[in-house]
């Protein structure tokens, strides 16, 4: 039965007394790894009951006997560790058998329906003992209880028991076991721990650490999922030296601070972006900077900075060390000065480096020092990426501290694999009602990123010990991922990539009607075979239909278009009839008159997408002409608004096609300043989408803002509030990203609605 309804099931079932009773309690979800056993125990002392608790592939099995069994149900999910996610407790009657004592039994082998809890922040209780002279954790770098801790990234296979995870190699000391078997313990159960008798150990002293860092060294320092770079991030030359190292020449940094106090010192966090820094998960947190505090090359050209807290315990011992040891720690009053670049040691685009021997080979020639463990990390997860839009948190790179938290689809189906698409890959697994979104994988552009990949989705499967009964995939045929699809001994079904991104939105929300939705990113595939990407959807289930679009723009040099903003700067010109003035604007381009040539004659494929617009604004106006990553003109263009500004006749709609034309005019207006551009070009946007979604809404609508140009807070915002002054109801993304580390999640919802209707069952199993 559901929770949320065991209490009046449990209050009948027990109303005829207070006889001695016995009740099998089967718990499901994240409940194994998180304390729950111990706290089982505890409860069942307090209630002075008999039985035992155990492990297995389904969950957690209690066997209660007693009186008064009802109160210690509903107290199983009133009062659950801190970790635990209870999402449904199920209950038997039993004959009663005499027993005395409550026990926690050795685990059973069984097929596997539970889950592993993500990795979690250090708790306040293990930095009490890590920095204790008097306890026995005292700075040690692996100390962990049932309330923290490392557990997807060191899990090979359920039942979560020690053999099964990377800590099966440590054989517990006396103090550690009895630690492990003493109910009152913190430690009680809890499967990583390890202390220096017999734990884990690093290659180099921490003190070694702090004194390169301090020398203007590069480090590299494995962590929970994968090994950081840091260094310290007030330093432009060591700055520069690590973007000139890792060849990353502007994409943003993030630091990582001590704490909550220190934070103050290099962000202006408001109240939610706070909590959000401060959760188990401990992801970055996207938020406004503070100026002048960190080297210029964090963050070019951007008003905001990705920071995250010291996680795990070799995080506190190096701020510890950098603040002059026991003598200078106080982490609730006293900010900590030592801030690090802690970017993720990934050399070339390639995959997380994880293991030691590979960081020596790999990182190499970009760490002066490398400093490793020998606690394996079973599956990489880089840090996950966040940000407050719209007053709530927003997930941008979904992967360690969240994943594999599933998403509810509030109904049971088969087992469908969806593979994501091409840029920022993840799969999707379903099991029973639950979408198990995997952590972020990256593009697959490279042989080690699709190993990687493969591997995230083959760790999945055998986790969730289930076998794909349809694989759902992008509707390109050349993304890798799609290939990938077409390796399972199963049907395949190709899935429109902007449905996927609406779908991937009502499925977080758990809306199975009909809804509206806007998928705005670069660029996917159509149904047309065109390129897509500023689109009004309708989705009803597995159907859906395009009800409007972005006026055309032309895409000169195809995929070129998206790192040249230059050239959507000239099909923009061309689109008002100003083609012209590209010969002015951009003199020394050498393709220039080839490509105004192909303009002319009509030779260049077009697209409706909205990235692609944000790239011809900022060619436009002279911000970018070329981009070192993705999103990059898109990213600068919104750092320059203070506030979006609301013209009038800068955009037309008719029939559905949105157009854009009047404000390209105005923009490219000689002496428009580029703050002034931008914040006319965001507060048109905004109110062009706006009336967009009104033209084919209702009051009370729901509407699913999904695609990676929603990660800009400006648009969002203004989305958001436009749509409800209107009587709407826009929904973001929230727990799974926005942009297409979301799209496997909609594509699986998409495979499962049309299994669900009889009358749409795929029928082939090749990709068109």
């Given at each position: 039965m559901d929770f949320r309804h065991a209490g009046d099931a449990l209050d009948r079932l027990f109303a005829r007394g207070e006889e001695v009773e016995r009740l099998r309690v089967r718990l499901r979800g994240a409940v194994q790894g998180v304390g729950m056993r111990p706290f089982v125990h505890g409860l069942a002392a307090r209630h002075r009951l008999a039985g035992f608790v155990l492990n297995d592939g389904d969950g957690v099995v209690i066997e209660a006997e007693g009186v008064g069994l009802a109160a210690f149900v509903a107290a199983l999910t009133a009062e659950k560790p801190p970790l635990a996610a209870i999402d449904e407790v199920e209950s038997e009657a039993m004959t009663p058998t005499g027993e005395t004592g409550f026990r926690i039994v050795e685990s059973v082998a069984s097929k596997a329906r539970t889950r592993v809890p993500a990795d979690a922040a250090t708790c306040e209780a293990c930095l009490d003992d890590l920095f204790d002279p008097a306890s026995r954790f005292h700075l040690y770098p692996f100390v962990n209880c049932t309330h923290c801790g490392p557990r997807w990234t060191i899990t090979a296979r359920l039942p979560y028991d020690r053999p099964q995870t990377a800590m099966a190699g440590f054989p517990m000391c006396a103090a550690c076991e009895r630690d492990y078997r003493d109910p009152t313990n913190r430690r009680f159960h809890a499967e990583p721990i390890a202390c220096p008798a017999c734990g884990p150990g690093l290659t180099h002293p921490i003190a070694e650490i702090v004194a390169a860092i301090r020398a203007g060294k590069i480090v590299a320092v494995k962590g929970i999922g994968g090994f950081h770079l840091m260094c310290d991030a007030r330093s432009e030359a060591v700055v520069a030296e690590l973007r000139r190292r890792k060849i990353r020449d502007a994409k943003p940094f993030a630091v990582m601070v001590a704490d909550d106090v220190s934070l103050d010192l290099v962000a202006l966090a408001g109240e939610r972006e706070r909590e959000l820094f401060l959760s188990p998960a401990a992801p970055i947190v996207v938020m406004d900077a503070v100026p002048g505090m960190l080297a210029s090359s964090i963050a070019p050209n951007l008003d905001r900075i990705g920071v995250m807290r010291a996680h795990a315990p070799l995080h506190h011992l190096i701020f510890r060390e950098a603040a002059g040891g026991d003598a200078g720690i106080d982490r609730h009053t006293r900010p900590n000065d030592f801030v690090l670049v802690a970017t993720s040691a990934n050399p070339g685009g390639e995959p997380l480096v994880i293991d030691d021997d590979d960081a020596r080979r790999r990182l190499a020639g970009i760490a002066d020092l490398i400093v490793g463990h020998d606690r394996p990390i079973v599956i990489r997860a880089d840090d996950s990426v966040a940000q407050v839009i719209a007053g709530a948190p927003s997930v941008i790179r979904r992967a360690k501290g969240y994943v594999p938290e599933p998403i509810d689809l509030g109904v049971d189906g088969p087992v469908v694999l969806a593979t994501g698409a091409h840029l920022k890959a993840t799969v999707t697994v379903?099991?029973?009602?639950?979408?198990?979104?995997?952590?972020?994988?990256?593009?697959?552009?490279?042989?080690?990123?699709?190993?990687?990949?493969?591997?995230?989705?083959?760790?999945?499967?055998?986790?969730?010990?289930?076998?794909?009964?349809?694989?759902?995939?992008?509707?390109?045929?050349?993304?890798?991922?799609?290939?990938?699809?077409?390796?399972?001994?199963?049907?395949?079904?190709?899935?429109?990539?902007?449905?996927?991104?609406?779908?991937?939105?009502?499925?977080?929300?758990?809306?199975?009607?009909?809804?509206?939705?806007?998928?705005?990113?670069?660029?996917?595939?159509?149904?047309?075979?065109?390129?897509?990407?500023?689109?009004?959807?309708?989705?009803?289930?597995?159907?859906?239909?395009?009800?409007?679009?972005?006026?055309?723009?032309?895409?000169?040099?195809?995929d070129k278009a998206a790192r040249e903003p230059w050239r959507m700067a000239v099909a923009a010109l061309a689109a008002i009839g100003e083609a012209g003035r590209a010969k002015n604007l951009f003199p020394d381009e050498p393709m220039l008159p080839a490509l105004l040539a192909r303009l002319a004659a009509g030779r260049e494929a077009t697209t409706t997408s909205a990235g692609r617009l944000f790239d011809a604004v900022a060619g436009l106006i002279g911000l970018r002409r070329r981009q070192d990553h993705e999103g990059q003109a898109a990213m600068e263009l919104e750092a320059l608004v203070v506030e979006a500004k609301h013209g009038s006749g800068l955009f037309r709609l008719a029939n559905g096609v949105l157009d854009f034309a009047p404000l390209i005019a105005e923009l490219a207006r000689p002496g428009v300043g580029r703050r002034c551009a931008a914040e006319f070009f965001h507060g048109t946007l905004i109110d062009g989408l706006a009336m967009l979604v009104t033209t084919r809404a209702r009051r009370g609508d729901a509407v699913a803002l999904g695609g990676g140009c929603l990660m800009n807070r400006v648009l969002a915002e203004g989305l958001v509030t436009a749509l409800t002054a209107r009587g709407l109801r826009p929904l973001l993304a929230r727990r799974v990203p926005a942009n297409d580390g979301g799209l496997s999640l909609g594509q699986a919802a998409l495979a499962l609605a049309h299994l669900r209707d009889a009358d749409r069952r795929p029928k082939t199993t090749k990709i068109p």
């Open positions: 379903t099991r029973g009602r639950e979408a198990f979104v995997s952590q972020h994988v990256g593009d697959l552009d490279t042989v080690e990123t699709v190993k990687f990949y493969r591997e995230t989705a083959a760790h999945l499967l055998s986790l969730l010990d289930v076998t794909p009964e349809i694989v759902a995939c992008d509707l390109h045929p050349d993304f890798r991922s799609s290939h990938f699809a077409l390796e399972f001994d199963a049907p395949v079904l190709p899935v429109q990539h902007h449905a996927a991104h609406v779908a991937a939105i009502a499925a977080e929300h758990g809306i199975d009607g009909p809804i509206l939705g806007l998928a705005l990113d670069g660029i996917g595939h159509g149904d047309d075979g065109a390129a897509w990407g500023g689109e009004l959807i309708r989705l009803d289930g597995p159907r859906w239909e395009r009800l409007g679009h972005l006026a055309p723009l032309a895409l000169p040099g195809g």
